[in-house]
């Protein structure tokens, strides 16, 4: 793979320091990450909200909506969790969670949070909503077009499940200001739509700006361009990625070495402190 290195000093700090910021968690219908994220969180000195989104009856809905409003207002950090929302349907991944996300009151909250310093992370599902979104890369929620870059469908064409050893190769996202460019993590991956798919343009501009932020390192699972694992919006407060830095834990895969703990669920957490 293209071996991609980018260094810049972060001057991106919140205006207001929170000893113990609010993280909310959305869960929709398909998601299965929640748990694990909010521990992480929890664990690294946040305050997690979870939320399950409610699509029974158009009251649910208006009710849901009212809720992730509110919520968006009251927290520092958003974090769209993994998994398979809808079942990855209508015609792809995210899409669900994006549809959401694009009502009208929840577009405009998520605009006044990020103008707030806030911050947001996708991991896997949430990673494809945030690219479906325009969140990422261009750091705000707008439509797709033909130059916009995707998650599509794995190269090998089936669902990949093992840990791959993924590598920092920007320090521009507040994500990861615990790790050094070109530190390795071992990270656990889970999903079918997993291959960022992008132009030569788009990726020459991506990699100019460092908003490639992690890539896989030996063995890419999906197929990526460039072996693209992670990437961020333009001034890095939005981090999205394809692995699960929250699947870790004192016995959890004891038998695969590597450096597992990838610390940006600290380092989103410190932001604010």
């Not at 113990?20 to 690294?44: H, L, Q, S």
């Not at 909506?65 to 792809?92: C, H, K």
């Not at 694009?102 to 949430?126: H, I, K, T």
């Not at 990422?136 to 929620?141: A, H, K, V």
Request: include cysteine; proline fraction near 5%.
């Amino acid at each position: 793979p293209q071996n991609i290195y980018y260094n810049s000093a972060n001057n991106v700090k919140p205006s207001v320091k929170i000893a113990r910021p609010k993280v909310f968690i959305p869960v929709f219908p398909g998601t299965n990450c929640e748990y694990d994220m909010a521990r992480a969180f929890e664990k690294a000195g946040g305050e997690a909200s979870l939320f399950v989104f409610r699509n029974i009856t158009p009251s649910d809905i208006e009710y849901s909506i009212n809720e992730m409003v509110r919520l968006i207002g009251g927290s520092q950090i958003i974090a769209l969790p993994g998994g398979f929302s809808s079942g990855d349907e209508p015609a792809g991944s995210g899409k669900f969670i994006a549809t959401v996300f694009r009502n009208p009151r929840v577009s405009e909250a998520v605009n006044e949070f990020l103008q707030e310093d806030g911050l947001m992370l996708g991991v896997c599902n949430g990673f494809q909503a945030l690219i479906k979104l325009g969140l990422l890369p261009y750091g705000e929620i707008r439509d797709m077009d033909g130059s916009s870059p995707t998650l599509t469908f794995n190269k090998i064409g089936r669902h990949v499940s093992c840990m791959v050893r993924t590598k920092v190769v920007s320090s521009l996202s507040p994500w990861l200001s615990k790790s050094k460019v070109g530190d390795i993590h071992t990270i656990a991956i889970s999903h079918g739509e997993g291959r960022f798919a992008a132009s030569r343009e788009m990726m020459t501009q991506l990699i100019k700006n460092g908003q490639v932020a992690t890539q896989y390192v030996d063995f890419n699972p999906n197929g990526s361009i460039d072996s693209v694992e992670g990437i961020t919006s333009p001034d890095g407060r939005i981090f999205g990625k394809m692995g699960h830095s929250e699947r870790t834990g004192i016995n959890i895969g004891k038998n695969v070495p590597g450096d597992k703990e990838q610390l940006i669920f600290r380092a989103g957490v410190e932001y604010f402190s």
